[in-house]
Structure formats: C-alpha cells, structure tokens
C-alpha cells in the first residue's frame, strides 16, 4: 500500500479581466450589489479562441509537470474534471492527451461540478494507493463565460462565474505519514435542479427540441440557481465534510494549517471561517480576483497558496467542496 502525494501543482486564468464595472455596463447590476453579496470584485474571461477549456487544462498540466521533475512519459494516467467539455462527447481526458503528446494512456473525465476536483483527487489516490499507477495528472479546468446568460435576466447567476484551470501531479509516496490522508465523497441528488444547467438533456429537451422550438424566451440552456437555498445547504455540508476528514484521521480543528475552500461564495467562505475559529493566515481566498471557477477553482487556489508560500512541508492541509448535484468533498493532505 503506498500513499500518494502532489508533486507538482500549476494553473492558468486568460488575461482578460472582467471587473464588476464592466458588468454593470451590459446588465443592471452594480460593483457594490456584487461583492455585497459574492464578495467578487473581478473574473476572467477568455476572448473567442483563444483558449478552450483542454487548452486552458494543458497550460495548467505543462506547469505542474515541469514543477514536479518528470517527463511527460513519466505520466501513467489523466483524470481530467470539468462541466464544461468543448465538446459533448467525448470528454476532455483525451483531447489533453493529445495536446501533451503522452502516450497512449488512459484518460478518465469526471462530471461532479464544484466537487470536481477533490472527486478526480480521490478517483487518482485510489489508483496509486493500489499501486496500479505510478503518476497520475489530475486537470480540472472550465470554460464558462460562453455560456451564460449576460442579460439582466441571468444576472444573478452569470456575474458570480469565470474561467481557468488547475493542474496537479500526484506521485506514489512510501511514507505513509505523508500525502493524502483521506477523502471524503457524499451527493444529495433530491437537489439537483437548485443548481443545474437543464439543457440540452437526453432526458428533457435535446437540441433538436431547442432548434425546433426556437424560443428567444428559453432559459433551460442557461445555469439556474437557487441561491438562498444552495446557500444555506453548502455551509452545513462544507462544515460536515470538513468534521469528518479530521475526525477520520484523529484530528482537531487546531491542527489546520491552511483550508482550501471551494471559491463559491466568499460569505460561504467567512461563515465557515468563523464558526471554525480560524484565523486569515489558515484559510485561503482568491475568489475576489477569479469568481468562482467550478472544478478549477480548489486547483487554482491550491496553487497559489502554494506559490505564496503558505504551505510549508509538514503542514495539514484540508480541501472542502460543496455544489450542483449536490455534491460535497473533502481532502485531508499532510504536505
């Protein structure tokens, strides 16, 4: 049995910057109304090709590879999560193995919103826990500035989302006190339409049923979400899922060196904060600079704690998710 510990870490967001003025220009909204609510002040954007979501997951991974001394041959395995895949099928896993030049290697994509990560995290420990792969690179990336609604009727929605990507390496690690711990997976379907994206489906209205009808006024294409209600549930589940990873490993709420929260909502964030007791120094934030990026979001801000330095070697390191499905995850990593 070997652990697995990451290696390497990278990420990558499109230099052009949203800002909430800039919102304010094509929607009724305001930069006050934004970060009152969000506490967003800017996103980023990518201009119409010049980035995709595997583009901007393969800048991500080169980084996180040249930073984890490996080659590219080295990699055994992709797991790539995202919900926004360039195309329908199939899925982004192997259009980055492609853009990589890897070898002929399996590619597995994984579908669990702002969990997506900490899912993939758990889905790539367990290969190398076993001792089937050796390296695996876990990309989660998202595009999803092209699909959303920029009109006053989607507002409440589309001012909340950016794009980018983040990458990680996970290596085998012999020293069982080190790597990822633990992680810990729930789902809660009963609430999947709260936060959804409803069309196209195979099981309601498939593009065919969107030509067909042609309806300016149809939303079922643009994200939905119930936000009061969301809201409310994340802040539970985030403090459930984050309970259980330290009472898993024998653990107290003193012993976090740093929290790495999904970038939903940065009152999610606060209220979290404060009912831990923890002090700014142990949780991280970048929501502000990047909106919320879905799966990419625990990458990204994984990284540039990391960058920052704010997580040293021997540091305990706890990731938490909540979002569509719903989905909630966490991770216990000893650096």
Not at 254 to 277: E, G, M, T, V
């Amino acid at each position: 049995m070997y652990h697995s510990k990451i290696n390497g870490l990278g990420f990558y967001v499109p230099d052009n910057i949203i800002t909430n003025d800039d919102l304010s220009k094509i929607m009724d909204t305001t930069d006050e109304w934004i970060q009152e609510r969000t506490g967003i002040k800017e996103r980023r954007h990518i201009i119409r090709g010049e980035d995709t979501t595997t583009s901007m997951g393969v800048k991500a991974a080169k980084i996180a590879i040249e930073r984890s001394g490996l080659a590219n041959d080295d990699i055994d395995f992709i797991v790539f999560a995202t919900i926004s895949p360039d195309y329908y099928f199939p899925g982004p896993g192997v259009a980055l193995q492609k853009e990589l030049g890897l070898k002929t290697i399996g590619a597995l994509d994984i579908r669990n919103q702002c969990s997506g990560f900490i899912y993939a995290l758990s889905v790539a420990d367990q290969y190398i826990k076993t001792g089937m792969y050796k390296n695996i690179l876990v990309v989660a990336s998202e595009l999803q500035s092209l699909g959303l609604d920029m009109t006053d009727r989607g507002r409440s929605v589309s001012v909340i989302f950016g794009d980018g990507a983040g990458a990680a390496i996970l290596s085998r690690e012999a020293d069982l006190s080190k790597g990822i711990l633990s992680t810990h997976l729930h789902s809660e379907g009963e609430h999947a339409e709260e936060l959804a994206v409803l069309a196209p489906g195979m099981g309601g209205r498939w593009v065919t049923d969107i030509v067909a009808d042609n309806d300016v006024n149809d939303e079922s294409y643009f994200p939905r979400m119930n936000g009061q209600f969301v809201f409310k549930n994340a802040v539970v589940r985030f403090s459930e899922v984050i309970f259980e990873a330290l009472q898993a490993n024998n653990l107290q709420v003193s012993d976090i060196d740093i929290l790495i929260p999904h970038q939903a909502n940065l009152r999610i964030s606060q209220f979290i904060q404060q009912k831990f007791k923890l002090t700014d120094d142990q949780v991280f934030n970048n929501i502000q600079k990047y909106g919320n990026t879905t799966a990419a979001s625990i990458p990204i801000a994984l990284t540039e704690a990391w960058e920052q330095g704010k997580i040293k070697s021997g540091d305990t390191v706890v990731l938490a998710a909540f979002g569509s499905g719903f989905t909630w995850a966490s991770a216990l990593i000893k650096w």
